[in-house]
């Protein structure tokens, strides 16, 4: 597609439900960041695919955050047992490709503000 | 760890007027790229400007530049002729050149105020 584009737009969920967050990232682009945005801050890196490589899963908060990306392409952000301090906006973002040298920045989607209520 | 400070949490300008916001980070590495991104309240993430460390000289796009001094390990972003549409808030960034794939680090934001 022309961007990258995140769904659903806004999500309200009770607490302790599971929710899906799915990103729809670039045509061709191999690297894929999702990063969680809570309110008035900056943005915390959750986790990172590049190609069929295993993820980088460092910055997922807790075993209750998973993600997958099926054939290189769309991904799914699961957040199972939600909580309060969930909420935030859940940002995606895509890159050509992460080697070393490239310089180019990401191209992001609008995101998902998820409110756990 | 790479780290991005940000020290002004919110910023106002005149229209047409010229406002700089303030960007220091800190990093052991010697190649890096660093990023100005804005983002307006559509949440959609915008690059504005970026530098690369191994060069001297200043970016600039349009109304956007920046001041960097690598030894101060400091990264200024200065928007000329301010508009209406640059009210947002404005993320710096890093990002490693050294290993492979890198994360963005962000600062925590500046908000702008553009006042007509």
């Known amino acids: 597609g022309a961007g990258v584009s995140q769904s659903p737009s806004n999500k309200v969920t009770e607490k302790g439900k599971d929710v899906e967050l799915r990103c729809d990232p670039i045509?061709?682009?191999?690297?894929l960041y999702w990063y969680r945005q809570s309110l008035g801050q900056g943005l915390e890196f959750l986790i990172y695919f590049q190609g069929n490589s295993a993820p980088d899963k460092s910055g997922l908060p807790s075993d209750r955050f998973s993600a997958e990306r099926t054939g290189g392409s769309v991904s799914t952000l699961t957040i199972q047992r939600t909580q309060q301090e969930d909420s935030a906006v859940y940002l995606c973002?895509?890159?050509?490709?992460?080697?070393?040298?490239?310089?180019?920045?990401?191209?992001f989607g609008s995101g998902t503000r998820l409110t756990v209520v | 760890a790479q780290t991005v400070t940000q020290s002004q949490p919110e910023m106002s300008v005149q229209e047409a007027e010229t406002v700089t916001l303030s960007c220091t980070y800190d990093?052991?590495?010697?190649?890096?790229?660093l990023f100005w991104y804005k983002q307006p309240p559509s949440r959609q993430m915008i690059l504005v400007i970026r530098?690369?460390?191994?060069?001297?000289q200043n970016a600039t796009e349009n109304r956007f530049s920046v001041n960097f001094q690598k030894a101060a390990k400091s990264f200024s972003l200065k928007i000329s002729d301010s508009q209406l549409g640059d009210a947002a808030m404005y993320f710096c960034a890093y990002r490693s050149k050294e290993t492979s794939g890198s994360r963005l680090t962000f600062g925590e934001g500046t908000q702008l105020t553009v006042n007509p």
């Open positions: 973002a895509s890159s050509l490709y992460s080697g070393r040298g490239l310089g180019d920045g990401y191209t």
């Open positions: 990093t052991s590495e010697s190649d890096y790229y």
């Open positions: 530098q690369e460390a191994y060069k001297q």
């Open positions: 045509s061709g682009h191999t690297a």
